[in-house]
C-alpha cells in the first residue's frame, strides 16, 4: 500500500500510464488524500505514517524483549515467558518483512505492468510479469532505470528482472515518455557485466556474443547496475547449470557457456571467440 501510494503521488507525466481508468482512479484517490491530510486530527501526517506504525512496532519487538531476556535472571520466573516471547516476535517479525517485500514486488511489477506496453516491445508476445517462472520461481523486480550508450549517447531505459533484462530506447514526445525496443530480452543466465570504469560499463550478451558499452548518469550507479546485474546472473546460471546436470531442461536450453569461459570473457576476451558450452 506504501508503494501505491507513492506511486500515486507522483506526476502522471512521470507515470505515463497507458490506462485512462487507472489514471482517473489515481487522480481521484490523490485528491481524496489531499482533502484528508488537511484535517487538524491528522497532525499532518500523510496516510503513509500510520500504515507504517504498526509494522514498525512489529519489528521493534525483537529488540525490546532482547534487551528484557539480557536483564532477566535465568532462575527468573519470568526467563523462560521472556524468551518464547522473544521467539515468537522474531519469526512474527521475520514473516511481516518477508510478505513486505513479496507485497512490493508485486506492487512494482503491476506499476511497470502498466507503463509499459509489453506486446509492442516483445513483438507482439503478451507478457504477464508478475508470474511464476519455471527457472527462478517468482519473478522479482531488481532494478530500473536510464542509461546511454556510450558511443552515441543515445538515451536508453533498462529494466533488470531475476529471469530477463530488458533494453528501451526512451524518447520524450509531447511531454510523454515514449518507449521503443532495443534489444531483445536477454536471459538472466546469458548475460554477464564488467566491471565500470567510470560512469560506463559493458553489458556482454552471451547467447549472440554482442556487448553493449553503455553509460549510467554518475559511476556509483554504473557500480550499482553491475553489481545487481552480476548478483542476479550469477544465480541464474548456477540454478540453470543445476537443471541442466539434473537432466531437467528449462525454456529449450540444451547447454549454456562454462564458468572457465564466462571468467574470460569477463576479464576482457571476446564473447564470440569462445563457444564452448556444457
Given at each position: 500500500?506504501?508503494?501505491?501510494?507513492?506511486?500515486?503521488?507522483?506526476?502522471?507525466?512521470?507515470?505515463?500510464?497507458?490506462?485512462?481508468?487507472?489514471r482517473d482512479a489515481h487522480q481521484k484517490l490523490l485528491?481524496?488524500?489531499?482533502?484528508?491530510?488537511?484535517?487538524?486530527?491528522?497532525?499532518?501526517?500523510?496516510?503513509?505514517?500510520?500504515?507504517?506504525?504498526?509494522?514498525?512496532?512489529?519489528?521493534?519487538?525483537?529488540?525490546?524483549?532482547?534487551?528484557?531476556?539480557?536483564?532477566?535472571?535465568?532462575?527468573?520466573?519470568?526467563?523462560?515467558?521472556?524468551?518464547?516471547?522473544?521467539?515468537?516476535?522474531?519469526?512474527?517479525?521475520?514473516?511481516?518483512?518477508r510478505k513486505s517485500e513479496e507485497l512490493m514486488n508485486r506492487q512494482r511489477l503491476a506499476e511497470l505492468q502498466s507503463t509499459f506496453d509489453w506486446a509492442h516491445l516483445l513483438g507482439g508476445v503478451q507478457l504477464k510479469l508478475d508470474t511464476f517462472t519455471k527457472l527462478v520461481g517468482q519473478r522479482k523486480f531488481v532494478r530500473k532505470g536510464p542509461l546511454r550508450k556510450a558511443s552515441s549517447g543515445k538515451h536508453l531505459y533498462a529494466i533488470l528482472f531475476n529471469d530477463f533484462m530488458m533494453i528501451t530506447?526512451?524518447?520524450?514526445?509531447?511531454?510523454?515518455?515514449?518507449?521503443e525496443p532495443y534489444r531483445l530480452p536477454i536471459q538472466t543466465y546469458d548475460m554477464l557485466a564488467r566491471?565500470?570504469?567510470?560512469?560506463?560499463?559493458?553489458?556482454?550478451?552471451?547467447?549472440?556474443?554482442e556487448v553493449l558499452q553503455l553509460r549510467a548518469d554518475t559511476a556509483a550507479e554504473a557500480s550499482d547496475w553491475v553489481k545487481d546485474i552480476m548478483k542476479t546472473a550469477n544465480y541464474c546460471y548456477e540454478v540453470m547449470c543445476e537443471a541442466l546436470r539434473s537432466g531437467i531442461q528449462v525454456s529449450k536450453v540444451k547447454s549454456v557457456i562454462s564458468p572457465e569461459a564466462r571468467n574470460k570473457i569477463l576479464q576482457g576476451s571476446k564473447p564470440t571467440s569462445i563457444g564452448k558450452r556444457h
Amino acid at each position: 500500500a506504501i508503494e501505491y501510494l507513492k506511486l500515486v503521488r507522483e506526476s502522471s507525466s512521470r507515470l505515463n500510464l497507458r490506462n485512462d481508468a487507472t489514471r482517473d482512479a489515481h487522480q481521484k484517490l490523490l485528491l481524496t488524500l489531499e482533502q484528508a491530510e488537511k484535517d487538524p486530527r491528522v497532525r499532518r501526517l500523510r496516510l503513509e505514517s500510520f500504515l507504517l506504525a504498526p509494522v514498525q512496532r512489529v519489528m521493534r519487538y525483537p529488540l525490546l524483549l532482547e534487551a528484557l531476556l539480557k536483564y532477566t535472571p535465568e532462575d527468573h520466573p519470568d526467563h523462560d515467558d521472556v524468551a518464547l516471547a522473544l521467539s515468537i516476535s522474531g519469526s512474527v517479525a521475520t514473516e511481516v518483512d518477508r510478505k513486505s517485500e513479496e507485497l512490493m514486488n508485486r506492487q512494482r511489477l503491476a506499476e511497470l505492468q502498466s507503463t509499459f506496453d509489453w506486446a509492442h516491445l516483445l513483438g507482439g508476445v503478451q507478457l504477464k510479469l508478475d508470474t511464476f517462472t519455471k527457472l527462478v520461481g517468482q519473478r522479482k523486480f531488481v532494478r530500473k532505470g536510464p542509461l546511454r550508450k556510450a558511443s552515441s549517447g543515445k538515451h536508453l531505459y533498462a529494466i533488470l528482472f531475476n529471469d530477463f533484462m530488458m533494453i528501451t530506447v526512451s524518447d520524450r514526445r509531447g511531454g510523454v515518455w515514449c518507449y521503443e525496443p532495443y534489444r531483445l530480452p536477454i536471459q538472466t543466465y546469458d548475460m554477464l557485466a564488467r566491471d565500470p570504469v567510470k560512469d560506463q560499463f559493458e553489458l556482454v550478451n552471451l547467447k549472440n556474443g554482442e556487448v553493449l558499452q553503455l553509460r549510467a548518469d554518475t559511476a556509483a550507479e554504473a557500480s550499482d547496475w553491475v553489481k545487481d546485474i552480476m548478483k542476479t546472473a550469477n544465480y541464474c546460471y548456477e540454478v540453470m547449470c543445476e537443471a541442466l546436470r539434473s537432466g531437467i531442461q528449462v525454456s529449450k536450453v540444451k547447454s549454456v557457456i562454462s564458468p572457465e569461459a564466462r571468467n574470460k570473457i569477463l576479464q576482457g576476451s571476446k564473447p564470440t571467440s569462445i563457444g564452448k558450452r556444457h
